[in-house]
């Protein structure tokens, strides 16, 4: 037998005439590592993942041997013994006659099962013989339908896996082995997620799936988001844009693929900042994490914070205001700066959830580094001034940018322990006021 090969008795035989709405729902149950697909003329081999993802876009009644022949998963020898290799990459073993195992040489997903609403696997047979242990996968994959009719429900596929044409990255992925990666589905107008929003890889998995139901609820294009986080330190994000439409697609599939950043040097608490509309209007979500345990924050949700306006112009009043009460400042600095303490006070309770308005409190001599990571630039978190209740009076502390070392950055955008600094430029208005401004 090929040594790089595996006998593998983590298997169940599913019928050809077999619904795919029943082989869904079996193997979520059963959660298997292969699925040996069995017909008249023979057999079928592939992994739970395989499956799961060429069943993912078909209608629920349609047979599964006609799609997984449209999936491209094709017939696959029957081999008496198993000391006998074909030649062929998946087959299955037969002891007198009966089936008694597969054998899969090709790169793929393992076990699948049940976890958080979602599919998870177990490491490929390959990777739990220590072959190929050096290359660590180093992509986020997703895939979802390119359209999906209003009203109907579509899975969204995502795993960590290797680059597109199969080959591992250049440089493998540093993962803390006793963390799991956490996943979490962020869809945009035009979709809602049905069952859990998030679920979690273990980094030995190997080719792991996870599978979301979003349901296709306004027409026209949309967006859906997908973050990968590791101890709160985001790993990567991928955006796909399907779109809803009348009639269901043709079948095409969007997929997404990004390298993922190695997490670096982990801040005290991490803010993910979610938009999403509700009824036309913007909403904000807050996922907050802190690197150490005993603060209890481990992917902590606070929200949902609904805003009366638009961001952009939400804010502009905000600044205005701010710019008034600094004009006023030349000739009563206090009274100016008492009015911006107000203003930051104002934005903290208006902003932050009261939960985590105690949690901010509660822990505000515990924690020094912050990182707000949010796409919108309109919202200064920065100038939020931390309030709470002390024997049962209101008490106001500093601005989170006095208080903690704050840091800005963008979802998805890799970070940059080190940044070096070769060239400055100051760019302001001739009226700035700034004596310095040439």
Known sequence: MNTSATVSQDFVVLPAALAAREAVALLARVGP?????SAADGYR???????ERALAGVADDIALGPAAEAAGIGPAPAVEGSDRSPAAERWVVLEDGRLSGVCVLSAGA?????RGGALRSAPHPAAAS?????????????????????????SLLVWIGADDDGATASAPLELDPARPVEVLVQPGEGFA?????????????????????????RQGPAKVRVFAFQGGRSLAVLALRPRVGPAPGAGARIEAAAAL????AAPDV??????????????LELLVHAHDPALGLFQRRFGPVALALEPLAF???????????????????????RALEAKGAWLFETLVPAALREVLWRLRHRIRTVQVCSDEPWIPWELCRLTGEEDGEVVEDDFLCARFEVTRWLAGVPLRPRLSLRNLALVAPRDSGLPAVA
Do not use: K
């Open 315 to 337: 804010f502009n009043d905000f600044f205005g205001e701010i710019e008034e009460a600094g004009a006023r400042g030349a000739a009563h600095p206090a009274e100016a700066a």
């Open 193 to 217: 997620v049905e069952g859990p929003d998030e679920a979690t890889l273990e980094p030995g998995d190997g080719m792991a799936t996870l599978r979301f139901r979003l349901r296709a609820v």
């Open 270 to 283: 991490s803010v993910l900042v979610m938009e999403r509309r509700e009824h036309g209007a913007p909403v």
């Open 110 to 114: 393992g076990r699948e099962a049940p």
């Open 261 to 264: 950043d190695p997490p670096g």
């Open 33 to 37: 590592a292969y699925v040996v697909i």
């Open 45 to 51: 081999v592939c992994t739970a993942a395989e499956l």
């Open 130 to 154: 220590g072959a190929g242990a050096e290359d660590d996968p180093a992509r986020l994959h997703a895939s979802f339908p390119e359209q999906v009719r209003l009203g109907e429900t579509a």
